[in-house]
């Protein structure tokens, strides 16, 4: 688990860092027979540095929309989408994410909004520039995380663009780039919920 992941479960979290397993269903027992609705928190995915620099060297732009945005945190450039509802299914759970990512190559722009991560079938889907839906990311199983009452924390998920996703993206762009670099990085996904 790298730095960043690290201290964003320092911070989010007093409890002990469990296993992954433990942590996605560490809610609280009044919850666990049913649904909780989702009321807030954030998703942070870290390019790797690998990503990252290739992002650089081919001149692709990337920045946040809405109330998403795309800054440096503990020296890594990190994607923050903050959560806007969804639900809390133990161990499971699918998040709506306000905002989106958009990537600029020259005078192509690509959007990618309206993103739905779920933990359950492990895909993320997107409404890519404002129109149809389509499955961009898989979703790896989280490594470390935290928990207690009304919030959870899981991180160091693998973030990666399904063959629907990196295709759609080249094409927009213009590029191959994707299809080279389909893994994007890695997540933490702090989870509020009632």
Same mark, same amino acid.
């Given at each position: 688990?790298?730095?960043?992941?690290?201290?964003?479960l320092?911070?989010? $979290?007093?409890?002990?860092?469990? =296993?992954?397993?433990?942590?996605?269903a560490?809610?609280?027992a009044?919850?666990?027979?049913?649904? &909780?609705? +989702?009321t /807030?928190?954030?998703?942070?995915?870290?390019?790797?540095?690998?990503v990252?620099?290739?992002?650089?060297?081919? #001149?692709i732009?990337? $920045? =946040?929309?809405? $109330?998403?945005?795309?800054? &440096?945190? !503990?020296?890594?450039k990190?994607? +923050?989408?903050?959560?806007? =509802?969804? *639900?809390?299914?133990p161990?499971?759970y %699918? *998040?709506?994410?306000?905002g =989106? %990512?958009?990537?600029k190559?020259r005078? #192509? %722009? %690509?959007?990618?909004? /309206?993103i +739905?991560? !779920?933990?359950?079938?492990?895909?993320?889907?997107?409404? +890519?520039d404002? /129109?149809?839906?389509?499955?961009?990311?898989?979703?790896?199983?989280?490594?470390e995380?935290? /928990?207690?009452?009304?919030?959870v924390?899981?991180? !160091?998920y693998?973030?990666t663009l399904?063959?629907?996703g990196w295709?759609?993206?080249?094409?927009?762009?213009h590029?191959?780039?994707f299809?080279?670099?389909?893994?994007?990085? *890695?997540g933490?996904?702090d989870?509020?919920?009632?």
């Amino acid at each position: 688990m790298n730095i960043t992941h690290s201290r964003h479960l320092a911070r989010l $979290s007093a409890a002990a860092v469990l =296993g992954a397993a433990t942590a996605v269903a560490a809610i609280p027992a009044a919850n666990a027979a049913g649904d &909780s609705a +989702v009321t /807030g928190g954030k998703t942070y995915v870290i390019p790797t540095a690998a990503v990252a620099k290739a992002l650089h060297a081919k #001149h692709i732009a990337v $920045s =946040g929309t809405g $109330s998403a945005r795309y800054t &440096s945190i !503990d020296g890594a450039k990190t994607l +923050v989408l903050p959560i806007k =509802g969804g *639900t809390a299914t133990p161990p499971d759970y %699918v *998040t709506r994410l306000g905002g =989106g %990512v958009k990537l600029k190559l020259r005078s #192509h %722009v %690509v959007t990618l909004t /309206g993103i +739905v991560f !779920d933990t359950k079938t492990h895909k993320a889907t997107a409404s +890519v520039d404002h /129109g149809k839906r389509l499955a961009v990311f898989k979703l790896g199983d989280p490594q470390e995380g935290a /928990g207690g009452p009304g919030e959870v924390v899981f991180g !160091d998920y693998t973030v990666t663009l399904t063959k629907a996703g990196w295709k759609k993206i080249d094409t927009k762009l213009h590029t191959q780039f994707f299809a080279h670099h389909p893994r994007i990085g *890695t997540g933490t996904t702090d989870v509020k919920f009632t």
